[in-house]
């Protein structure tokens, strides 16, 4: 514990490479000290398995550059501050000099994460004192209990800024320019992630018939005018189904001049035949590729894409999707649906079609699965959803997106966590609940 700040001037000027650790209150006043000071920081470090969305969003520098989509605390996540690049902790290797700043409010805390972060290999781990930090905001800004009470009053504006722009966006009724939606080709899977939102681990072996999915694109078409943002074919694993390049001519006859993609874990890819390359190719279906923590040579997938003219998308972002978040559904159903609606970052993000009715989110479309498997009873109403077959129009179905249902009442979003290691499913009740 460094508690003064000239010794803890004297240990820096060690080191080359200095991490700090945190985006709190206190690790904000270390970055600004060490920058008055001429200390170099190589990065600030996220960790994101204790930090969620909502954490990370109060960190107050203007969000600039590109962000990992399917790392549920990178999508939230500052690139700079200060511009001092933000990365997550697990992905910088500790090396040879480097020293790793820590600054946390409680001892407790303090010793839970230093026990882990001792993992990670840095030659030096400074913990920063009460005191010292006290010491360093009187030097730079002001009484450090005037910057600490600035700072939650920050924090709450922040949230309740948060949750105003998503009422006003949610309640903003989108065009028919913002429709997408994405259909289920199979619903089990050949990988099976642990805490699958789309509960595919638990789905029995299930295909979608070609003449029911030709049925409902003619209908959902109609209804557009062929217009749509963009069209997901998935699963489970969408290679899995025997037929499906027959799929692709269908989804391209009823629209036209939509992005179209068949999602993948690329397991199966490189067993795939030239009918099916050349089916992508004529049909302009997109690959997109989630690329997990498993044994697939995903640089080679993307070198046969190429070479069959296919265009090929990364579902995982800048590399492998390496983290989930856990549901937390509550069974009992007592959370509030209109909170849940205005703080979820899932709704209407993929609008699911499944058997001629469109869900504003994956997990209630499939909550069958998990039903079925565990025994439960999550109850859909006829509220939950649209069927394309009542309504007279798109407006109707953009209406129902843009307001809560139901099926919201069974997530519990105060225990829903965020950037959990990645790992095969045991198909335990304890993954979703």
């Known amino acids: 514990m460094v508690n003064n700040i000239e010794k803890m001037t004297n240990e820096l000027q060690k080191y080359p490479n200095i991490i700090i650790y945190g985006v709190g209150k206190g690790a904000q006043a270390i970055v600004e000290w060490c920058i008055k000071k001429s200390v170099a920081i190589q990065s600030i470090a996220v960790d994101c398995f204790s930090v969620g969305p909502e954490d990370c969003a109060l960190i107050p520098s203007r969000r600039m550059g590109g962000f990992n989509a399917f790392s549920e605390s990178d999508m939230w996540m500052d690139s700079e501050i200060h511009g ?52 360093i905001c009187e030097e730079l800004f002001t009484p450090f209990e005037l910057y600490s009470k600035y700072w939650d009053l920050q924090e709450v504006t922040i949230r309740e800024l948060q949750l105003l722009r998503n009422c006003t966006r949610r309640q903003l009724k989108p065009t028919i320019y913002d429709f997408h939606f994405e259909f289920h080709i199979v619903e089990h899977c050949n990988l099976g992630c642990r805490g699958c939102t789309h509960f595919s681990p638990l789905a029995k072996e299930e295909y979608l018939d070609i003449h029911e999915f030709e049925r409902d694109m003619k209908r959902i078409s109609d209804l557009t005018g062929s217009v749509a943002r963009f069209i997901n074919l998935l699963g489970g694993e969408p290679l899995l189904h025997p037929d499906l390049i027959e799929f692709f001519a269908i989804a391209r006859k009823y629209f036209p001049d939509t992005k179209i993609r068949v999602v993948t874990n690329g397991i199966l890819l490189l067993e795939q035949n030239e009918m099916f390359w050349s089916a992508c190719h004529e049909n302009k279906i997109i690959i997109g590729v989630t690329e997990y923590p498993i044994n697939i040579d995903y640089g080679k997938i993307k070198q046969v894409a190429k070479s069959k003219r296919v265009d090929l998308e990364s579902f995982s972002g800048d590399g492998v999707r390496d983290e989930m978040w856990k549901l937390s559904l509550d069974e009992g159903g007592k959370n509030r649906p209109m909170e849940n609606f205005m703080r979820c970052p899932r709704p209407n993000a993929c609008v699911f079609f499944s058997h001629g009715k469109i869900y504003s989110c994956a997990t209630m479309a499939n909550i069958k699965h998990f039903n079925e498997y565990f025994g439960k009873s999550f109850e859909l109403c006829e509220w939950d959803f649209v069927d394309i077959y009542k309504v007279d129009s798109i407006s109707e179905i953009l209406e129902y997106l843009r307001n809560p249902v139901p099926f919201c009442r069974f997530c519990n979003i105060e225990k829903r966590t965020y950037g959990n290691t990645w790992a095969p499913s045991k198909k335990m009740i304890e993954e979703w609940i």
């Open 84 to 135: 001092i690049p933000v990365n997550r902790l697990d992905m910088l290797i500790g090396e040879k000099e480097t020293s790793l700043i820590v600054v946390e409010k409680h001892e407790a805390i303090e010793k839970k994460y230093l026990q882990r972060l001792q993992n990670y290999r840095f030659q030096n781990i400074l913990c920063i004192s009460n005191e010292l930090l006290e010491e």
